[in-house]
């Protein structure tokens, strides 16, 4: 092909998010040549590139014709379901590429297969990258936030592109080069573990306010929109408010209550806090968020539950609450409540992020990651500009609940953040998000837990020592033996 037809980058996976990002791509300026082994999504991509441009993009039917039309050094973005697919679209690529040519893996795929995959293709001299890709499907056509990690030379190859495409914020697109290896994976991983907790927390706040405080939809509509004007502002939070005003069309009422309370994953949750489990980092958090999806799926169960506990006597106390309910101050106390449990949800992903560094040798760089967050993805949220700005005061900072603005704010806070929380407990209202995140801040702030007695357990039923608090070294004490004699002397 002539030199002046090839295209700067390619893109094969056309379901809706490759199509987007295609199209956000070529609306830049960038030519682009897509793929798919489903010939009729190449022609729609076509069909939309005509309609919503015209841009300069160009759809090819195989992959010879596909890898050949895009200029070298190649760069390839391919966006289809993590694992076998990846693989086996790899495969069909290389064929026809040449050493010095770029994959890009822009799937939510686990960070070992992208380093796996990053060793077999430079064995043909072809670099990769693994890219979180973050905003969903209208984020991937007006722009995302993206996460790229591997080859810092495959970065360098299409990094105008990416800076391009990407979500634009005061600082800068919300783009970066994260790391080596599978960074880019394992941040977008932890990226969509924090919005697990976000989206519980935010479940919680709206399960208090309405069966506690009684709010009507209309009413939480005008309050998370009121929220979202203040610390809280963020997609989800405007989200929630937007989906409160929504009328059914299939029947009377508002739609949000017909939805069933069953939900869905993919599984980034479950990876997130699996790695904190191997990594002993403290993600109780996102931890409870994933149990009560697990939960929410036991609906037959629950419903069975709930028959049989009332048949043995089991009120229901959120009505004997409501009435003594001071509904203005309850908003306001589950606002600062959910404000405090989101620090620590944040805290506990920067903290996996950091463990996960150290073990890797990948430097992240925490305050960039909050400032590529700020636009684009799920979790964008103008607090995360006061994220970057703690990371850039102390790069080492242990966690955010020590940073000295956000201590001042949780202490602040920590009042009504008890007050939801032991409001719901003597309603029977489950807030497991916001009592993790609370018990997570008041373990972390204690100088002393009563740990030194589950030590003491271990060692009497296993010999596996303890330290002492006032000499150096590793002790073992033959604590029953000392307990009986200690009584017979008592008896004596």
């Not at 069975?304 to 229901?316: C, N, Q, R, V």
Request: one cysteine or more; proline letters at 3%; aromatic letters at 8%.
């Amino acid at each position: 092909m002539d030199a002046s037809t090839l295209s700067r980058i390619g893109l094969a996976g056309l379901a809706v998010m490759g199509q987007n990002l295609a199209l956000n791509i070529a609306e830049k300026g960038f030519p682009i040549s897509v793929y798919n082994r489903t010939i009729s999504k190449v022609d729609e991509t076509l069909h939309r590139a005509q309609s919503e441009g015209p841009f300069p993009l160009t759809g090819q039917y195989s992959p010879r014709d596909f890898v050949l039309s895009i200029q070298r050094p190649r760069s390839i973005i391919i966006l289809v379901k993590a694992g076998n697919p990846v693989d086996q679209t790899i495969s069909a690529l290389t064929e026809f590429m040449e050493p010095g040519d770029t994959i890009i893996d822009g799937g939510n795929e686990w960070y070992q297969n992208t380093e796996r995959r990053i060793q077999e293709v430079a064995e043909k001299g072809i670099l990769y990258l693994g890219m979180g890709v973050s905003g969903g499907e209208e984020g991937a056509r007006h722009g995302p936030s993206l996460m790229p990690g591997g080859s810092l030379e495959a970065y360098n190859n299409i990094e105008s592109v990416l800076k391009s495409v990407a979500a634009q914020v005061d600082d800068g697109p919300c783009v970066t080069y994260i790391g080596e290896g599978g960074s880019g994976n394992f941040v977008k991983m932890v990226h969509n573990g924090i919005e697990y907790g976000d989206m519980q927390l935010i479940s919680e706040a709206y399960d208090v306010l309405k069966n506690v405080g009684g709010l009507s939809n209309g009413e939480l509509a005008e309050i998370f929109g009121e929220w979202n004007r203040g610390e809280l502002e963020s997609f989800l939070i405007e989200i929630t408010s937007d989906i409160f005003k929504v009328k059914d069309d299939l029947a009377d009422g508002d739609l949000v209550d017909k939805i069933l309370d069953k939900t869905g994953m993919k599984g980034t949750g479950k990876w997130t806090v699996q790695q904190a489990a191997e990594l002993s980092v403290a993600a109780p958090t996102i931890a409870a968020s994933l149990d009560c999806r697990y939960l929410s799926g036991l609906k037959e169960e629950r419903e069975s539950a709930a028959e049989i506990l009332e048949k043995a006597g089991l009120k229901e106390e959120a009505g004997s609450v409501k009435s003594e309910i001071d509904k203005k101050r309850l908003i306001d106390d589950v606002r600062q409540a959910l404000y405090a449990s989101k620090i620590c949800s944040y805290a506990q992903g920067m903290n996996l992020l950091r463990a996960k560094s150290v073990e890797k040798g990948w430097g992240l760089n925490f305050g960039e990651l909050a400032r590529i967050w700020k636009g684009g993805c799920i979790i964008r949220a103008v607090f995360l500009d006061r994220i970057k700005k703690s990371y850039r005061r102390n790069p080492n900072l242990a966690s955010l609940v020590v940073d000295p603005e956000f201590a001042r704010e949780m202490v602040q806070r920590q009042a009504a953040w008890r007050r939801v929380v032991g409001l719901a407990i003597s309603a029977g209202i489950s807030t497991p998000g916001m009592c993790a995140s609370l018990a997570y801040f008041d373990t972390y702030r204690r100088a002393r837990l009563p740990a030194n007695l589950v030590q003491a357990q271990r060692d009497l039923f296993g010999a596996h020592t303890y330290e002492r608090t006032d000499r150096p070294g590793a002790f073992h004490t033959e604590w029953t033996k000392l307990a009986r004699k200690s009584s017979a002397g008592a008896f004596n």
